[in-house]
């Protein structure tokens, strides 16, 4: 349970709310590169509660600026895209991609008013399908060199969907592990070879096991966190019949990613941005380190299910996400469908748009959210305190030293640590991945 003023604290995502400040010190995905694609390529991008616009311009270079004109307020969303730049459909004013205005060729001759006019502007880069946007003060940070990254973008696919709630909520979802057992349980199996590019629908490494008979048949996991460089790692054990015990090990990447294993084949690390204070867009790079992705198949597999041009779900709130009674009693726990993005999104909606924290009961099994609250706690602290060397993936050089994060579904012989279960399992899985994934 927290109070309303730590709930606040941990949750607003503005310039000047404590939580915002130190998502800003963080590169954020800004939108997916195959929106820019096309004749086009302009279109707002809200972020972190700013209402901005992305270009890309003639010459290939990527621009994110304020939404509005400068002079008088105009969209420039309907900017007109020519001169290296962004001009401004009403009075011309145009806008280079550092925000810079260049030009107004409607004051009079030999005007200099131009060169004091500067609207918002962040750098972006663009890695593996995803444009990334930094918010924050001073320099760039680097970027750690995490698989999603460091896979060529044949291996990966990214992807994203539009949830209406506050982003810690959705953050929070995937540092949980017990809910698998419970919210994605399947109540018969289906055959894993059907299984490619979803989620808990292959076999736990090295068995005939389907994952959702394991999750189904175990749901009291034993879960241990470790703080480590990158933010968190989790542990869920759970103990088979025969004696094994079943190793799924997912991380938290501060401050709103996890990366967590989909499939013996793929990883995926997934960002949950805020739009503003109660809706969040998560933006997922499924990184595989056997065959190159087919990404054909996996965007129509869930272009199925959202729409364009903002990626919201087709199921929602409006239409009981899909909920069907008769499917809860024999198929599904949820009754939502066999998309388990559903199921999420449901669980992180349903809790309204920011979660009343004041009203919660954690239990054991929520040791993995109380952990990284307090993380979040600490990082506010030390931006505070002036201290942002402190935060974690803070400092230059060693961050792009920061590789994986190992997330994988293992299972370990009888008395085998759970460690050795996961180094062994990550292993295999890297010296037979075609790119280069050594760590
Ligand atoms: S409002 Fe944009 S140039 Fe006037
Ligand atoms: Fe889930």
């Not at 606040?8 to 590169?27: F, I, K, M, Q, S």
């Not at 304020?66 to 007109?80: E, F, I, K, S």
């Not at 698998?180 to 736990?204: I, K, M, N, V």
């Not at 025969?242 to 990883?267: K, L, Y």
């Amino acid at each position: 349970m927290l109070s309303q003023e730590k709930n606040d604290e941990l949750t607003r995502v503005g310039p000047n709310d404590r939580a915002g400040a130190v998502l800003r010190r963080y590169w954020q995905p800004a939108a997916l590169s195959v929106e820019l694609e096309g004749p086009r390529p302009v279109g707002p991008v809200k972020l972190l509660g700013e209402e901005l616009v992305l270009f890309r311009d003639e010459g290939g270079q990527l621009g994110l600026i304020g939404r509005q004109c400068p002079h008088r307020g105009a969209d420039l969303c309907y900017g007109r895209l020519e001169d290296n730049g962004l001009r401004c459909p009403f009075h011309g004013w145009h806008f280079d991609s550092t925000g810079q205005c260049v030009e107004q060729p409607g004051e009079p001759e030999g005007s200099r008013m131009h060169e004091n006019i500067k609207t918002s502007a962040y750098p972006v880069v663009e890695r593996n399908g995803i444009i990334f946007a930094y918010m924050g003060p001073g320099e760039t940070p680097s970027f750690p060199a995490l698989d999603c990254f460091a896979a060529p973008d044949s291996h990966v696919f990214a992807f994203k969907g539009l949830w209406e709630c506050n982003w810690l909520q959705a953050m929070e979802v995937g540092i949980d592990p017990a809910h698998a057992s419970f919210l994605h349980r399947f109540l018969e199996d289906e055959d894993p070879a059907d299984g490619y590019g979803q989620q808990f629908r292959d076999t736990a490494a090295n068995t005939e096991i389907p994952m959702t008979q394991l999750l189904r048949e175990y749901p009291r996991p034993e879960i241990k966190v470790e703080e480590t460089d990158y933010g968190m790692r989790l542990i869920a054990l759970r103990q088979l019949n025969d004696g094994r015990t079943h190793v799924r090990v997912t991380n938290q990447i501060f401050p709103e990613a996890i990366c967590i294993p989909m499939s013996n084949e793929m990883t995926i690390t997934q960002w949950h941005v805020p739009v503003d204070d109660e809706t969040c867009y998560w933006y997922s790079m499924f990184t595989s380190f056997g065959k190159p992705v087919d990404k054909e198949v996996m965007r129509e597999q869930r272009m199925k299910e959202h729409r364009l041009p903002d990626y919201a779900p087709l199921k929602n709130a409006r239409n009981n996400y899909g909920f069907n009674p008769d499917e809860q009693r024999t198929k599904t726990y949820t009754g939502m469908g066999l998309d388990i993005n559903v199921h999420d999104q449901w669980a992180v909606e349903s809790m309204g748009r920011i979660q009343d924290r004041t009203q919660e009961h954690l239990g054991k099994t929520d040791v993995g959210i109380i952990h990284y609250r307090r993380m979040l706690r600490e990082a506010i602290k030390n931006l505070q305190n002036d201290i942002p060397d402190a935060l974690p993936m803070s400092s230059g050089a060693s961050v792009s030293e920061i590789r994986g994060p190992v997330s994988i579904d293992a299972i370990g012989n009888v008395n085998e640590k759970w460690e050795d279960v996961w180094r062994a399992g990550d292993r295999l899985r890297r010296q037979a991945c075609e790119w280069d994934a050594s760590l």
